[in-house]
Each structure stands twice: as structure tokens, then as C-alpha cells.
């Protein structure tokens, strides 16, 4: 059974940064695309940031210049390094991935909580 598991949330002010880490885990027979989204209250989830398999990212509007994601395939692990954090950022993280195991399917994380506050 396919999981995804992320750590690295947390409170932090205005202009902090945090790491956010997503292990998949499982049978596993190869990962595509890994990204980040993120639901904040009374919000629709929406896309953070992803990454293929060979390194080509893509990121919202709104954290370009500040997010940069980033995955260690040997690891089956991603990241999102979060930095001048702005309260706007306020939400719960979700990491997902599009792989194979063996056929093709979309796994989503539980989550995590990133709040932006003084």
C-alpha cells in the first residue's frame, strides 16, 4: 500500500521559513510528478509548487522567489523549502504524487499545518 507522509509544518512569523519533507512509501514502482498544494480555511486546495521525475518545476504565482521544490528520487522523498513567510501562507499542506505501482495512480498525503502569524 502506497503511502505519503509529511512532516515539517509548524507556527512560525512573518519572514521565517520552514522545510516541509514528504516520503512516499510502499510498492513502489517508479514516481513522476511530486508537488505540494495547500487549503487554507473557506479556500479551495490549490497548487504550491511541483516536480517531475527529471527535475522540472513549476510553482504558483504567489510563492515564486520564495518556495523552492525540490525531491531526492533515491529517497522517494520531496521538499518544499518555504522562505519569507507571510501569513497569506497560512494553510494546510498537502504533498501528492502521480506514480506507478503498479499502475498509474495519484496519492495524496494527511497533511500538514503551516501557520503564518506575529
Known amino acids: 500500500q502506497v503511502q505519503l507522509v509529511e512532516s515539517g509544518g509548524g507556527s512560525v512569523h512573518p519572514g521565517e521559513s520552514l522545510r516541509l519533507s514528504c516520503t512516499v512509501s510502499?510498492?513502489?514502482?517508479?514516481?513522476?510528478?511530486m508537488g505540494w498544494h495547500r487549503q487554507a480555511p473557506g479556500k479551495q486546495r490549490e497548487l504550491v509548487a511541483d516536480?517531475?521525475?527529471?527535475?522540472?518545476?513549476n510553482y504558483a504565482d504567489s510563492v515564486k522567489g520564495r518556495f523552492t521544490v525540490s525531491r531526492d528520487n533515491a529517497k522517494n522523498t520531496a521538499y518544499l523549502q518555504m522562505n519569507s513567510l507571510k501569513p497569506e501562507d497560512t494553510a494546510v499542506y498537502y504533498c501528492d504524487a502521480h506514480l506507478m505501482s503498479p499502475y498509474v495512480g495519484h496519492y495524496w498525503g494527511q497533511g500538514t499545518q503551516v501557520t503564518v502569524s506575529s
Open positions: 516536480i517531475t521525475d527529471g527535475g522540472r518545476t
Open positions: 510502499g510498492r513502489i514502482f517508479s514516481i513522476m510528478t
